[in-house]
């Protein structure tokens, strides 16, 4: 256990160092109606795919950024997932289909998050997107998978769909480097890891 703790607080050093190299994005605090505490960055990670088949500079994009729940100091973590496009996805050739799990590749290596829909409006509203969002999904994720976001050299993502279908997405604005503010700020080596939930 106690290795675990200098384990812990040598992790959260070495980000503190990294985040000093990157741009340090602002942590929003926010309280929710039934006494829940909402904390989330100012920006997200753009990524993007042509979508050809719509119009030549049509795009899809998903954005991703972490979130924090503390109920009573019972902390979870998410990635929250906005699906975006430039696309009218409300005509029906154009209709969507559900997004139910996020693929991500980190350094070589799989990981896969089921997804699902938020439980309270502000799912939608904790974080402004460029382009429109029609669907806005989250996955539970440790702070430690958090932390192998941030300092992965490489991230491959994709998007299964309920359909069976397997999109790629590229980056395309942000860096996830900029997920150490996050993990920092929420990090408190005196209280225990959270699990996936």
Excluded: K
């Excluded at 980056?171 to 929420?186: K, M, N, P, R």
Aim: some cysteine; hydrophobic content about 45%.
């Amino acid at each position: 256990m106690q290795h675990e703790t200098l384990l812990h607080g040598l992790v959260v050093l070495s980000l503190a160092a990294l985040a000093g190299c990157t741009s340090t994005e602002p942590l929003r605090s926010e309280l929710d109606e039934r006494g829940r505490t909402w904390v989330s960055l100012d920006s997200t990670i753009t990524l993007a795919r042509a979508a050809p088949r719509f119009s030549r500079a049509a795009r899809d994009y998903v954005y991703l950024a972490p979130v924090e729940t503390n109920n009573a100091g019972v902390r979870r973590h998410y990635l929250w997932l906005g699906l975006g496009t430039t696309v009218d996805r409300g005509w029906p050739w154009a209709a969507p289909t559900e997004a139910v799990t996020l693929l991500l590749t980190l350094d070589g290596t799989p990981v896969a998050l089921p997804l699902s829909a938020w439980d309270r409006d502000t799912g939608i509203t904790l974080y402004r997107t460029a382009a429109p969002v029609y669907q806005v999904q989250r996955a539970s994720v440790s702070l430690d998978e958090l932390e192998r976001m941030a300092t992965a050299t490489e991230i491959g993502i994709q998007l299964v769909a309920s359909d069976g279908s397997v999109v790629r997405y590229d980056l395309w604005d942000g860096a996830w480097s900029d997920w150490t503010t996050f993990v920092i700020g929420v990090a408190s080596p005196a209280q225990p890891r959270d699990a996936r939930r």
